[in-house]
């Protein structure tokens, strides 16, 4: 080891903490200043607790949205119109970017049919140009988006080694690379103007593995990871009025991914409680928001007890993770199929039914 080195690691090297104190001191003072912060952190931490008790029992006060511009990917269908048709009732004018025209029509008309302004553009969310370029063409025609909604999404379903290449590459396209690519059009606005709120659908899938969802919880995973550490990263640059909300909730019933998995205990969330979740942790500043809340005294049981409890309870809580639509047809899906369906079809999900969501909103 370096005589540098060494004296580094013995807090002798000069540095900011060390040049003013007595050779003799240094030792001492790395101490008493460690036993400090860790103190002074204790503290910090629990006056943050007791704060969060309080906000939890008096709730948090909201955000008002009107007149904000909110971007929702995958705003097509499922999820993302459901979350369109709320932030537009809350007096925001919606931008829906979705690969499917179709849905994205339908989507707009439906959101101008509760009295809101709305704006669709059919991107491809795997095509990292045509982000950039729409992202442009939006803040031209429409204005700066504060708002960015990266809830598009797609799964495969099939064990790994039956899952073609290409449909893991458009999983994490579509999953998480697109995340980068919105937030690096969106965030620059944002940070100038002090002001903006960038929302992850992740899943609980990005805390827990699920067989035959092996692209679709890493994609899901690293998608936490993108929300946690862009955050942090905001922090540090002193970035006071921009936010990060993270929403990974269990599977969700009535939309075009996961129809009427196979879940056994817990029940899957409805769409609508899902869309109301997401709009509160925009108007709440909320960094993450688990659904079902129970969830998130379950989760550190994972760290906690042996593998085989958590395997055992994952197996039974769902049996099988795939679509409805490739279990019962009992059809492995050809490579060139797919390939068929990812390109002509206007669904880009998986091989399942076209998006929908329930008949309420
Ligand atoms: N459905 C569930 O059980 C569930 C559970 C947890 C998390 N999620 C997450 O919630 C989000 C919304 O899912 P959903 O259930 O509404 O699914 P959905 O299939 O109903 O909607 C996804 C939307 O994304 C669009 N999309 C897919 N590929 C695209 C691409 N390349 N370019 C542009 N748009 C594209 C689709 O056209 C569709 O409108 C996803 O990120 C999903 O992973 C869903």
């Not at 008309?109 to 553009?121: A, I, P």
């Amino acid at each position: 080891m370096s005589t540098d080195a060494q004296e580094y690691m013995n807090g002798m090297r000069p540095g900011p903490l060390t040049r003013e104190i007595p050779e003799c001191m240094r030792d001492k003072y790395t101490i008493v200043q460690t036993v400090f912060d860790v103190l002074a952190f204790l503290v910090v931490a629990i006056g943050y607790v007791i704060q969060g008790i309080y906000r939890s029992i008096v709730g948090h006060p909201k955000k008002d949205l009107k007149g904000s511009i909110a971007l929702v990917t995958g705003g097509g269908g499922g999820l993302g119109s459901l979350i369109a048709l709320r932030l537009a009732r809350l007096g925001c004018i919606v931008v829906l970017w979705d690969i499917n025209k179709q849905g994205l029509e339908d989507t707009v008309k439906l959101v101008k049919g509760v009295g809101g302004k709305c704006f669709g553009y059919v991107v491809d969310l795997t095509k990292r140009d045509d982000i950039y370029r729409v992202g442009k063409q939006v803040n031209e025609e429409v204005g700066r988006v504060s708002i960015l909604i990266n809830n598009a999404g797609v799964v495969s379903g099939q064990y790994l080694l039956d899952t073609p290449d290409h449909l893991i590459q458009r999983t994490f396209d579509v999953n998480i690379l697109s995340h980068f690519w919105t937030v690096k059009a969106f965030l620059p606005a944002m940070i100038d103007h002090n002001e903006g709120h960038i929302v992850t659908i992740a899943s609980m899938a990005g805390h827990v593995g699920v067989a035959k969802l092996v692209d679709y919880c890493s994609s899901k995973s690293a998608a936490c990871g993108f929300d946690e550490s862009l955050r942090m990263e905001l922090e540090v640059k002193g970035v006071k009025g921009v936010h990060t909300s993270l929403i990974c909730p269990y599977f969700i019933r009535a939309t075009g991914m996961f129809e009427e998995v196979n879940s056994r205990l817990v029940p899957t969330l409805s769409s609508n409680e899902v869309a109301d979740r997401v709009v509160l942790a925009i108007r709440t500043n909320e960094p993450l928001a688990v659904m079902p809340a129970y969830f998130c005294l379950l989760l550190p049981f994972k760290w906690l007890v042996p593998w085989p409890c958590i395997s055992d309870l994952i197996r039974g809580l769902v049996p099988d993770a795939a679509p409805e639509s490739m279990r019962i047809t009992h059809h492995r899906v050809k490579p060139e199929e797919i390939g068929d369906v990812g390109k002509k079809d206007s669904r880009p999900m998986t091989v399942v039914p076209p998006a929908r969501h329930e008949r309420e909103v």
